[in-house]
């Protein structure tokens, strides 16, 4: 669902692989957790709430990325999630995807757009 564009971050305070920034969207008529990370060059967003339970993801503070940084993994049972799709790869998220922020990144900036519909 798109919405006006929310500036969230500057473009270097995400970095590959690395930590991501949470922040909170509204969601259905509700504030909701949410968090970016950089995969691959690419900035990618998701609802910070697992397919397996309703919780949020991070094994620290804004930590999402498992070892090897290429997957992100839920703190809580290890469901494991793609970095680029959200799609589950494997654990309790039985086949769910994270829901998926609509995220742009320009002149140095990255923006919240929305977010698309749940999968
Ligand atoms: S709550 Fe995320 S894997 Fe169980």
Redesign the pocket.
């Known amino acids: 669902m798109a919405e006006t564009p929310r500036l969230i971050a500057a473009s270097t305070d995400l970095e590959d692989s690395g930590r991501g920034l949470r922040f909170q969207i509204d969601y259905r008529g509700q504030s909701a957790p949410a968090f970016a990370v950089r995969y691959r060059g690419v900035v990618f967003g998701y609802l910070n709430r ?6 949020e ?1 991070d094994w620290n503070e804004a930590q999402f990325f498992g070892l090897g940084g290429h997957d992100l993994v ?6 494991v999630y793609s970095a680029s799709s959200g799609s589950c790869l494997g ?3 039985n086949g769910l995807p994270l829901v998926r922020l609509l995220l742009e990144e320009r002149d140095n900036a990255i923006y919240y757009m929305g977010f698309a519909d749940e999968r």
């Open positions: 697992c397919r397996h339970v309703p919780i993801l839920c703190s809580t049972h290890g469901a654990g309790p998220c």
